[in-house]
């Protein structure tokens, strides 16, 4: 059975700095994906990481996955207020189907 | 845009009715998926499809049903609502080539 891990859960940053938020994954995969959402609101799609070393940036955030330790990461930079959101990150299983198994989530909150 | 509509965006039931969420996607996807969201546990898979008249449990199936008639709708049954059935849920489709697209989430409430 897939299991995927984000940490942290909670995650407070002033304005300005860098973080990283992780996500591990239990078994083989080679596809994951990373969401934002905001309160009340839908998932919207930030990147799809599809191949060992894949590396994505859109502005202040960037993603990366190796799937040796699978794991993936999701950095910010700089921080600013409008990135405050919760991201999850997601795995799809190499075996069969195309479900996605989703961590817990990381509720980021950006102090100015 | 890939559009994927879910019929309501906040309901509210009594234990024990029958309760149908409506989920419809605009854009051909093979697969669509529904999942429940609650506090502190994420997002959980209930039921997958990844074609008209085909089904598979997730992870949580228990309680809940599912149909899909034709490729553009999935519907979620509760067959008699319960309180611990009081959740956000949430509709996606997907292709084998793209990332699933989230319906704006249904916000149920059993009463």
Not at chain 1, 17 to 35: E, P
Not at chain 2, 2 to 23: A, D, N
Not at chain 2, 45 to 72: A, H, N, Q, T, W
Request: net charge neutral; with cysteine; hydrophobic share 35%.
């Amino acid at each position: 059975e897939l299991k995927v891990e984000q940490n942290p859960l909670f995650l407070s940053m002033q304005e300005e700095k860098n973080y990283t938020i992780y996500c591990n994954y239990s078994t083989t995969s080679d596809r994951l994906y990373w969401y934002r959402q905001d309160p009340g609101k839908s998932l919207e799609s930030l990147f799809v990481l599809l191949s060992n070393g894949a590396v994505k940036q859109e502005g202040r955030l960037m993603a990366s996955l190796d799937t040796k330790a699978r794991l993936s990461t999701l950095h910010i930079t700089a921080a600013v207020h409008d990135l405050s959101a919760t991201y999850f990150c997601a795995v799809e299983s190499n075996f069969g189907n195309e479900k996605l198994t989703f961590g817990t989530g990381t509720r980021l909150t950006i102090i100015p | 845009d890939v559009k994927v509509t879910q019929s309501s965006r906040y309901l509210v039931k009594r234990t024990g009715e029958k309760v149908f969420l409506e989920c419809v996607q605009d854009m051909d996807h093979e697969n669509m998926f529904w999942y429940r969201q609650d506090p502190g546990l994420g997002l959980r898979l209930i039921y997958f499809s990844y074609d008209v008249k085909m089904k598979e449990k997730g992870d949580i199936p228990e309680g809940y049903s599912v149909s899909r008639e034709k490729k553009e709708r999935f519907s979620l049954i509760l067959e008699s609502a319960s309180t611990n059935q009081t959740s956000m849920y949430l509709c996606a489709s997907s292709t084998r080539d793209t990332e699933a697209f989230f319906g704006q989430g249904t916000r149920l409430t059993v009463v």
